[in-house]
């Protein structure tokens, strides 16, 4: 065989059918070859894996990296490099609080990302209200397949939009990605914490599984009648699931994901994190963040994504005395597979077959952007991680590449942590650094968007 550009040897590659000896060969960005190492060709650049697992980067299906106005909180330089150095190869990145609903809003976005990205990327619009559902099929024709939406503040969209919405999805394709708490619950379980707001957890009280219940529900019964792709973003209760599992078995089109804290922290972490732990939907109970583990090894959860929305600590100091004045959001993106690793995959709660799964090749599917990421196969962008097993760390705000200068896992002890990350062929980051000057990173349109009936498709 001809001289290559990159060959990774001496790794463990996590395939979709599991863990295989050897390594692989890239050429003009793309994975050419994956053999035992004795049959690897020559290359140019050869990197010694050492027995680590070398799996496909990671797809962040929903992180809110860089809003026009609010790049004081992250932008795509800081959060690619955060990207990078959580093993994470593509982002989907969310609107904030700008509105990207017309072609403007997303070429200022994609002209942004290419020129300050370390790692691809690409689009959910949104936010859906009743004046712009009718950009889903220009906005498909660029690329973007996923839109946002909201049954609650500060995006709220009335019934009416959520129907018309699906059924424009219906018809052309994509997916509407749905917020899902209930209004009217979370208006009438805040008036009983009046009075109670300097303690953190009246946040979560003041927001009960109930209104995710109902409003997931209520979700699937639209995309039951209308078709089209429903996604249920973040979902943090055992009832949540059970939704999701009973609209998929009567054949809704209805997928949903994880965020890393929600499997990590609960309810009563909230008084000792403070202000910081503010985050919608909130913490949970220990009792929710077990059903969310099984979930996600069952596939019932088809996704771990960051919903990475980190902000100036003086926005989350801001609600010391009153929770409600505190920003509303985290840190994530470095850390979904260190925590799938430390809490899933040493703790039992994982495999590393569903790790592939839902960190990788899932997400890839329903980004429509599978096999060309989220895979180790030959002629897939060579997107890969290494992962050494083994490293521990204690979590602390210097090893963050956010802008915000803290971090919600501060002192966490974990085991296994990403040591080198790769973006088409080229190393992004290695052990503290990111390798590579912001531009990199690349606008990935979305192709038809699969959706993911059984997790072995
Ligand atoms: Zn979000």
Redesign the pocket.
């Known amino acids: 065989m001809a001289s290559v550009d990159l060959v990774i040897k001496n790794a463990r590659l996590l395939l979709e059918s599991g863990l295989v000896t050897g390594g692989l060969a890239v050429t003009d960005g793309q994975i050419c070859a994956i053999a035992s190492d004795e049959h690897l060709p020559q290359a140019e650049q050869v990197v010694d894996a050492r027995k680590n697992i070398v799996m496909p980067g990671l797809i962040d299906g ?1 992180a ?1 990296i860089h809003d026009p106005k609010m790049t004081s909180h992250e932008d795509f330089t800081s959060g690619s490099r955060a990207a990078a150095a959580g093993g994470v190869t593509t982002i989907i990145d ?1 609107p904030l609080v700008s509105q990207m609903d017309s072609e403007t809003s997303l070429e200022d976005k994609k002209k942004a990302g290419n020129e300050m990205s370390i790692v691809d990327f690409s689009f959910t619009a949104g936010m859906l209200t009743e004046d712009n559902y009718s950009m889903v099929s220009t906005m498909l024709q660029k690329g973007v397949g996923a839109f946002k939406a909201f049954t609650c503040d500060p995006f709220m969209a009335s019934t009416g939009t959520l129907v018309r919405s699906l059924s424009e999805v219906s018809e052309h394709g994509g997916m509407v990605t749905i ?1 899902s708490e209930d209004q009217g619950i979370l208006d009438e379980f805040s008036k009983e914490m009046e009075g109670e707001w300097d303690a953190p957890i009246s946040h979560s009280l003041a927001r009960p599984p109930l209104a995710e219940q109902i409003a997931i529900r209520q979700n699937i019964s639209i995309a039951e009648q209308t078709g089209g792709h429903l996604h249920i ?2 979902v943090t209760t055992k009832n949540g699931v059970r939704e999701i599992e009973r609209g998929r078995l009567r054949g809704v089109t209805v997928t949903t994901e994880v965020c890393p804290h929600h499997l990590v922290f609960y309810r009563d972490d909230m008084n000792r994190l403070g202000p910081r732990s503010k985050l919608n939907p909130p913490f949970r109970t220990k009792e929710d963040r077990a059903a969310l583990w099984s979930a996600l090894l069952r596939g019932s959860i088809q996704m771990v994504v960051s ?1 990475h ?1 980190p902000c100036p600590i003086e926005k989350k100091e801001a609600g010391r005395e009153d929770i409600r004045n505190a920003w509303s ?1 985290v840190d994530g993106i470095q850390m979904i597979l260190r925590v799938l690793l430390s809490e899933g995959i040493n703790r039992g709660r994982l495999s590393l077959g569903r790790l592939v799964r839902v960190a990788s090749s899932n997400p890839a599917r329903i980004f429509g952007m599978y096999p060309r990421k989220g895979a180790l196969r030959i002629g897939s962008d060579a997107d890969f991680v290494i992962i050494d097993p083994h490293k521990e760390e204690t979590i602390t705000a210097d090893m963050m590449f956010s802008k915000c200068g803290w971090t919600l896992y501060e002192g966490l002890r974990l085991k296994g942590a990403p040591i080198m990350t790769f973006v088409r062929g080229v190393k992004v980051f290695e052990g503290d650094v990111a390798t590579i000057k912001p531009g990199h990173g690349k606008f990935q349109p979305m192709g038809q968007v699969n959706e993911i009936r059984s997790e072995r498709d």
């Open positions: 929903h809110h969310m917020h973003a973040h919903d929305a959001g």
